[in-house]
């Protein structure tokens, strides 16, 4: 999918970012060891009450091949398949700078037992990923934004769920829905991390929803030192 057909600029779809047996396993991972709120400083609701949120971050996936608790293929295959979306995006926005990784976050969404089916909250409300969205005009880039994001990018892993579409959108409330990217196993969808892509994720109503999200910046301050802790670690596992 073209920018044209994502209705905004700096946005692309791209497909075939990983194998079914890759993404099955990626799910198997998250769904066996990922522990609620991890990522998310703790919280395991932090958008909804009505689902989960699961997560390994890089830094606990590298403790748990460390300590012999998860098989290195397993984080070898996440950085990979992120390592591929990472050269997807200097591809297509021709980025001829150093483009650092500065998170990287497997995460599952899950609608709760409890959860009403025609629920019509978000999963995650519709936002930028470096400002703070005030109005439709107003986004404020400092802190607690990630002021330093200057691309996102989330590879979808799985399908089998329901609800839990993202959504690019021309507005703060989601009146004004630009495009609609339905996840599935090997997708990817990338964008620059500003105002001009504020975008949302729809409730997901059903089962597991499950990602890697990722984010990059120019800025070598904030680049993501877990990334190499975990191919230093797995260099010795050899
Ligand atoms: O999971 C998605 O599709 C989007 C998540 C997102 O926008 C975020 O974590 O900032
Ligand atoms: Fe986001």
């Not at 970012?17 to 060891?33: G, P, Y």
């Not at 691309?151 to 004004?176: C, H, M, P, Q, R």
Request: proline share 4%; with cysteine.
């Amino acid at each position: 999918m073209t920018e044209k057909q994502l209705q905004g600029p700096n946005r692309f779809v791209s497909e075939g970012l990983a194998t079914s047996s890759e993404c099955q396993t990626l799910v198997n991972t998250a769904k066996m060891f990922a522990l609620s709120g991890d990522g998310y400083h703790g919280y395991q609701s932090p958008f909804t009450v009505f689902e989960k949120f699961r997560g390994i971050t890089l830094s606990r996936a590298t403790a748990l091949v460390y300590f012999n608790l998860l098989e290195p293929q397993y984080l070898r295959l996440l950085l990979q398949i992120s390592d591929l979306g990472k050269t997807k995006i200097e591809e297509f926005f021709k980025i001829k700078k150093p483009l650092f990784f500065t998170y990287t976050h497997l995460v599952c969404r899950s609608a709760q037992q409890h959860a009403p089916i025609n629920r019509t909250d978000y999963s995650h409300m519709i936002h930028a990923d470096n400002c703070n969205l005030i109005s439709d005009t107003v986004c404020e880039k400092q802190p607690p934004a990630y002021t330093y994001r200057d691309y996102s990018a989330i590879i979808y892993l799985n399908d089998d769920f329901e609800g839990g579409e993202f959504v690019f959108a021309g507005d703060t409330n989601g009146e004004k829905i630009q495009s609609v990217i339905n996840p599935k196993c090997g997708r990817m969808v990338a964008f620059s991390s500003g105002p001009e892509n504020l975008h949302g994720v729809r409730a997901v109503k059903k089962g597991s929803r499950c990602a890697i999200a990722l984010w990059f910046t120019f800025d070598p301050k904030h680049s993501e030192t877990d990334r190499d802790e975990a191919w230093e670690v797995l260099g010795k596992m050899k």
